[in-house]
């Protein structure tokens, strides 16, 4: 639902613009749905994407990290290994990490973590204010908490270990080829939320 509050209604009114004949009716939610069963023409999915017979593209990398406040690093110090979160407070986001976090270096090292903690979450947003307070950390997209990132108010946490599975995917059902309307809009999508995703990095680096 974030995602598509953020970052795809922005840029509906110049698809609109560019393609009058097309109506739109998004549902936002944070929910798997059933594309076939409930008649979908696509879906937006972000992170891993798990193994089905749905046909998926790439629109656009989104990479996710682990972060905390300083507050809660001052407190409970820092973790210097994936596996030693299961020491900590973790706030789960399980709409998009699930039950398991995912981590790897370039090293070729993995580690998969169960993580324990106060509190799951199915909204993003409401894991904000969560690490914001102090009350744990947890993993987000980058696009949420990229404000609190750069103001220093959430600090990257194991910096040399990949979360895995940071990108959105356009997920259509599968058979034959799709209705053009269809094709045209995870195109102009893969072009826009590239554009937008650029633009928040080069703000980053200055």
Known sequence: MSFGVLQVAPVLPAFLDRYPEVSIDPHLSDAHV?????????????????????????????????????????????????LRLTEHRCICYVSTVGDTWRFSREQGDTAIVRPTGPLRVNNGDAVMPLLLGGSGLGILPDFIMRGALNDGRLEVVLPDWKVSGGAVHWVTPPGGRRPKRVEVLGDFLAEKLSARRSKRLDRSRR
Do not use: Q
């Open 34 to 82: 059933d594309l076939i069963g409930e008649g979908y023409d696509a879906a937006i999915h972000i992170a891993a994407l798990p193994d089905s017979s749905l046909v998926a593209r790439t629109l656009v990398a989104m990479p996710r990290y682990l972060v905390a406040s300083p507050d809660y690093l001052a407190k409970f110090g820092r973790p210097d290994h994936p």
